[in-house]
C-alpha cells in the first residue's frame, strides 16, 4: 500500500509537498497503537480506560459518575443509559441505529435507554473489517460489524448477570434479561443495568460470548426510531459547518480551473483591502483566503489575481474525450472474463444488436458541502470533521505536519452526505486543512469551507465511462452472444487501494459487467484503462452505476427482438444458479403485479442487480414527462434481499433514497468539460430530482436468515435501467447517452 502522498497524487495535480511514504496497511497499523485482527482486538480497551483486571474498566466521568466499559464498544452509566460506541460515520445511511440494535439485542436492553455516539477514530479496536482500517464505504458498515457488535453486547450482557448472581447469591443460569431489567424469578429480586455496573467491571469478559439464535431476536428485524433523528430534526446535531472554536479562521481556497494546472503567480492587493480578511497564503492546491467568516473569505478570495500555469493540464472537452473513448471502445480491451466464443458468434451473423453508451462525469453534490476544522501546535492537532475514512485523513494531516499519527486526534462529526466524496483516497479535504492551519505557523484554529461550486468544480468524480455492446439471439430468440467493452478510469490506481487490483485491473470499473449471472453461452468482456487528469472517485454504487444501465437495457432490448417477457426472460437466463436475485425479480414482479393492465399512456420497465452482495430488482411505471425526452415516473417498486433487514424502516429509507439519487441522475444530472473547464457550478445547472418528481415508492424486503449486507448502495443501479426500458416500451427509443435530459452549463 502506498500511503497517501505519491509526489503529483498527494497536491492532487497540484505542487508537491512532501517526499513519499512507503508503508503496508500492517505498518500503518502499528503507527496508530497495534495491530490485530477479528473479534479479540475489537473488544479490547485502550490502555487508558483499563480497570485492574486488565479486561474491563470504570470510566469516571466530569461529574464523579462512574460507567462501566466492558469493552471497546459499550458504555453503561449508573443511571442504566447505554452508549454504543460507532465506528461509522453517520451521514444518514443509519450505522448510529443499526448497530447500536445490535448491541441491544444481544445485552436484552430496553430500546428507550440506547444512544449512540462517533468512537474515537484513529485506532485499529474500530478498524472496518473489510478494509483493515477504520473507514466507511462500500456498503460495509452492517455487513462487518454483525457478528462483532452483537458479541459486544453478549459480553457485557454476561458480565453484569455474573456481578448480579454474585450479588444475590444465586446461580447464573436462573438469572434473566428482559427490556433492561435483571431479575431473579424465585428470589423477586430484580435490578437495572446501572445497578450492577461497577461491579460487573471486575468480572472476566468471555472470549467467546455466546449469541441469540436468529429465532430469539427481540429487537433485530423491528421497526425501532433512528437515534439521530430528534437531535437533527430539533438543529442539535453538530455537523461540521455548525463546529467553531475560539479565534477561529475562515479559509476558502482558489483552486485552478483546469484540471493539472498550478498556481503562477497570484495578486492579493484587493484582497486585503476586503474587511475582515486576515491573511492571504499560497498553499500546494492553491491561493488560501483566511478570513473572519465566510463571507469576508469569499469576497477577498472573488477578487483575487490569479496566473495559472496550465502546462499539462486536461484541456479537452467532453466531446473529445468520448471520441477517444468510443475509438478504443471499438476494439477489444483487457479481457477480464470470457466464455466460449463470442467473436466468432457475432460474426456468423444472424439477428445482431450493437450499442454504445455514453456515462458523463458526476459529482456526489452533498447537501453539507465538505469542510474541516483544525486547531494544531509543534506536537498535536485536533481536528472536528465529518472524516468517512479517519485513518486515512489521520496519516495525510500528521504527514503534512510532521506529526506521528497517534498526535493528530480526530473528532468524527455528523455528515450531511457524502456519496463517496468523504472518502477520497488522498484524503484532499484533511491535507487542505493542514496545509492551511501550517501556512499560518499553527498559531489559529481554522476552518477549510468548500462553497457548492468548489465541490462541483474541485474533480473527484464518477468518472465517465463508454461501453460497447454486442449481442446475437437465434431463431427460438435464445441469446447466443454477448461481448461487452468497457472505456474509463480506474478509481483506484495510484492509492492506498491499488493493491485490490488484480492483474492491472480495477475492480469497479467492470464490477457488475464481468460476473454477468445470465446463462450465455459465449460472453466476453474486456476494458480499457484511460488515464486523465481529471480525478476520479467512486460515486454511490460506484461501477454498478454504469453496467447495470449497460447490461439490463442491452439485455432488455435483445428480450425485446425474440419476443419474450422481460421478466419470464430474464427468470430462464437465471435459472436455478441465482436463487436470491430470482426471489427478489418475482417479489418484485409480484408487489407489482406485472402483467396486470397498466394505466394508459404508461409503460413498465424491470431490471435487476446484485451489488455489494445486497440483491434488488425495481419496476418503474413512466409517462411521458414534461419536459421532451424525459419521463416523468409515477412509481417504483423495489425488492431487496439484504440478509436479515436489521431495521427494516432503514432498510426501506435507503431503497426510498437510491430510487431518487440515482433517478435524478440519470434523468438530469452530468457535467461537461469545455476546454478542460467544468461548465456546472451549482443545483440550477448540476441539476437534481425535485420533491414533485419523486414518484411513490413501494418496497418489499424478502425474508432472509443469511448474514446482513449493505443497503446504503444497492438501490441505486437498478432504478436507471428500469425506467430505460419502461421508456423504451412507450416510446420505441433507446436511451443510450445519460443523462434523458440535455445537460444544462
Not at 460515520?89 to 448491541?103: H, S
Not at 455514453?358 to 465529518?386: Q, R, T
Not at 467512486?538 to 435483445?558: I, K, M, N, P, Q
Not at 455489494?612 to 416523468?632: L, S
Request: net charge negative; with cysteine.
Amino acid at each position: 500500500m502506498q500511503f497517501l502522498f505519491d509526489k503529483d497524487k498527494a497536491a492532487l495535480q497540484s505542487e508537491a509537498v512532501r517526499e513519499p511514504i512507503e508503508a503496508s496497511r500492517r505498518t500503518i497499523l502499528k503507527s496508530i497503537g497495534g495491530v490485530g485482527a477479528g473479534l479479540v482486538l475489537g473488544l479490547q480497551l485502550p490502555a487508558a480506560a483499563k480497570a485492574q483486571s486488565g479486561a474491563a474498566a470504570v470510566i469516571k466521568g466530569d461529574g464523579g459518575a462512574s460507567t462501566f466499559a466492558p469493552n471497546a464498544f459499550v458504555r453503561i452509566a449508573p443511571d442504566s443509559t447505554v452508549t454504543v460506541l460507532i465506528k461509522h460515520i453517520e451521514f444518514g445511511q443509519g450505522p448510529y441505529t443499526g448497530l447500536a440494535t445490535l448491541v441491544a439485542e444481544e445485552l436484552d436492553a430496553d430500546w428507550s435507554q440506547m444512544q449512540a455516539q462517533s468512537a474515537p477514530a484513529n485506532t485499529p479496536l474500530y478498524k472496518n473489517l473489510a478494509f483493515g482500517v477504520q473507514g466507511t464505504g462500500g456498503s460495509t458498515a452492517m455487513a462487518n460489524s454483525y457478528e462483532q457488535m452483537r458479541k459486544a453486547g453478549a459480553a457485557a450482557r454476561h458480565m453484569l448477570v455474573e456481578a448480579a448472581a454474585e450479588a444475590w447469591g444465586v446461580p447464573v443460569d436462573d438469572i434473566t434479561v428482559s427490556k433492561g431489567v435483571i431479575s431473579h424469578k424465585e428470589s423477586g429480586k430484580s435490578g437495572k443495568f446501572g445497578d450492577f455496573a461497577e461491579a460487573a467491571a471486575k468480572m472476566t469478559p468471555p472470549s467467546e460470548p455466546s449469541l441469540k439464535d436468529p429465532s430469539e431476536f427481540v429487537l433485530i428485524g423491528t421497526h425501532l426510531p433512528k437515534l439521530d433523528s430528534r437531535a437533527k430534526a430539533t438543529g442539535e446535531a453538530t455537523f461540521t459547518m455548525d463546529a467553531t472554536l475560539p479565534g477561529m479562521l475562515t479559509v476558502l481556497i482558489q483552486r485552478p480551473p483546469l484540471f493539472g494546472a498550478k498556481a503562477k503567480s497570484f495578486d492579493d492587493t484587493e484582497t486585503r483591502k476586503v474587511a475582515g480578511v486576515v491573511d492571504v497564503k499560497l498553499l500546494p492546491r492553491g491561493i488560501a483566503v483566511y478570513a473572519e467568516g465566510f463571507w469576508a473569505a469569499k469576497k477577498g478570495r472573488d477578487a483575487l489575481k490569479v496566473e495559472w500555469d496550465e502546462t499539462g493540464a486536461e484541456t479537452r472537452s467532453t466531446a473529445e474525450i468520448v471520441a477517444d473513448y468510443s475509438q478504443s471502445a471499438a476494439t477489444t480491451g483487457k479481457v477480464v472474463k470470457e466464455a466460449g466464443d463470442a467473436e466468432k458468434v457475432l460474426d456468423a451473423g444472424g439477428k445482431t444488436i450493437v450499442a454504445e453508451y455514453v456515462f458523463p462525469y458526476l459529482a456526489h453534490a452533498p447537501m453539507e458541502p465538505l469542510d474541516c476544522l483544525i486547531e494544531a501546535n509543534e506536537s498535536s492537532a485536533k481536528v472536528w470533521a465529518g472524516c468517512q475514512m479517519p485513518t486515512i485523513d489521520q496519516g495525510a494531516i500528521a504527514q503534512t505536519l510532521g506529526l506521528r499519527p497517534e498526535e493528530v486526534k480526530i473528532e468524527t462529526l455528523f455528515a450531511g452526505g457524502s456519496f463517496g466524496r468523504r472518502a477520497t483516497p488522498v484524503a484532499d479535504v484533511a491535507y487542505e486543512a493542514a496545509t492551511a492551519v501550517d501556512a499560518i505557523g499553527r498559531t489559529r484554529p481554522v476552518k477549510v469551507i468548500f462553497t457548492r461550486e468548489d465541490d462541483i468544480h474541485g474533480g473527484f468524480y464518477r468518472p465517465l465511462n463508454v461501453h460497447k455492446m454486442k449481442g446475437a439471439i437465434d431463431a427460438e430468440g435464445n441469446i447466443t452472444a454477448w461481448d461487452h467493452v468497457i472505456v474509463g478510469q480506474s478509481i483506484m490506481e495510484g492509492t492506498p487501494f491499488e493493491s485490490m487490483m488484480k492483474d492491472g485491473i480495477d475492480p469497479t470499473m467492470v464490477e457488475g459487467a464481468d460476473d454477468l449471472p445470465y446463462a450465455i453461452p459465449n460472453f466476453r468482456a474486456s476494458v480499457h484503462k484511460k488515464t486523465l487528469a481529471v480525478p476520479p472517485l467512486w460515486w454511490r454504487s460506484v461501477g454498478h452505476t454504469h453496467t447495470a444501465y449497460s447490461t439490463e437495457t442491452f439485455l432488455d432490448e435483445l428480450i425485446a427482438l425474440s419476443g419474450k417477457d422481460p421478466v419470464e426472460a430474464r427468470l430462464k437466463l437465471l435459472g436455478d444458479k441465482h436463487p436470491r436475485l430470482t426471489g427478489v425479480l418475482k417479489a418484485v414482479a409480484e408487489l407489482a403485479d406485472w402483467g396486470s393492465a397498466v394505466p394508459e399512456a404508461r409503460a413498465r420497465g424491470v431490471a435487476v442487480h446484485k451489488s455489494f452482495n445486497t440483491y434488488v430488482a425495481e419496476i418503474a411505471e413512466v409517462a411521458m414527462g414534461e419536459e421532451d425526452g424525459v419521463p416523468r415516473v409515477h412509481k417504483v417498486w423495489v425488492a431487496v434481499d439484504c440478509g436479515v433487514a436489521v431495521n427494516p424502516d432503514v432498510v426501506r429509507a435507503q431503497m426510498e433514497g437510491g430510487v431518487g439519487y440515482g433517478l435524478g441522475h440519470i434523468l438530469y444530472a452530468g457535467l461537461t468539460l469545455d476546454k478542460g473547464r467544468i461548465m456546472q457550478s451549482n443545483f440550477d445547472t448540476y441539476r437534481s430530482l425535485r420533491i414533485n418528481e419523486m414518484p411513490e415508492v413501494e418496497v418489499t424486503i424478502v425474508k432472509s436468515a443469511e448474514a446482513p449486507t449493505g443497503v446504503g448502495e444497492p438501490g441505486v443501479p437498478p432504478i436507471g435501467p428500469a425506467v430505460a426500458n419502461a421508456w423504451a416500451k412507450l416510446t420505441g427509443k433507446r436511451v443510450r447517452n445519460l443523462p434523458f435530459a440535455p445537460i444544462e452549463s
